[in-house]
């Protein structure tokens, strides 16, 4: 199905230059892989700190697009430039995780928001690179399948956050919202864990 995802080598070529400049500086693919992460959590424990300041949201949109842009220059630099190491795929694929939790979940502490839809989405956010990693140890390659993968639910929460920051009041329309992504992020689980079933076999 498709996904933001399939716009990656688009994004990567605009980003191109600079990852040439940053590893010309010497700078590694770990180095920006911790950089992501720490983004995120510092961004996320603002928003957790403050939930009743919805103006602070503002801020998850364009931290998000960062990310997406960080995450995309640590494997450009590690498959272009020779970075490639069994400890960089272990902080890519945990990064990603710890990042999700620490940006996604201060969403929780927002009064007008059910905490429960956010919680979920967060879970099956996590089951969502789960079942993408897990199909390397059948024999399949890591699977991106859609239709919520990363970059999918950057989208929508960032969207979300947006509404917030400019003053729209939560309420039952973005728990319906929330909702309706953990059901796309159950459905991209499925996905993804067909697919690799469907290579393997093949």
Not at 108 to 119: D, E, F, K, Q
Not at 130 to 135: D, H, K
Not at 147 to 156: E, H, I, T, V
Request: aromatic content about 6%.
């Amino acid at each position: 199905m498709p996904s933001l995802y399939d716009l990656k080598p688009r994004f990567q070529n605009a980003l191109r230059p600079l990852v040439c400049a940053l590893a010309d500086g010497g700078v590694s693919a770990n180095q920006v892989t911790l950089a992501a992460v720490a983004l995120s959590c510092a961004t996320g424990s603002v928003l957790a700190w403050f939930p009743d300041n919805h103006r602070l949201f503002l801020l998850l949109p364009p931290v998000l697009l960062l990310r997406m842009a960080l995450n995309a220059i640590d494997g450009m630099l590690a498959r272009e430039h020779d970075m490639i190491t069994p400890l960089g795929a272990v902080l890519n694929e945990l990064g990603d995780a710890v990042s999700d939790v620490a940006l996604y979940l201060p969403f929780a502490w927002v009064p007008g928001i059910s905490p429960v839809p956010v919680v979920l989405l967060v879970i099956f956010a996590l089951l969502t690179e789960l079942s993408g990693v897990v199909a390397v140890q059948i024999g399949a390659r890591r699977r991106y399948d859609g239709p919520f993968g990363k970059s999918d639910r950057a989208l929508l929460l960032g969207a979300l956050a947006l509404l917030l920051g400019l003053g729209v009041a939560p309420g039952a329309w973005s728990n319906t919202v929330l909702l309706g992504a953990c059901a796309l992020a159950v459905l991209t689980v499925f996905n993804r864990v067909r697919m690799a079933l469907r290579q393997v076999a093949s």
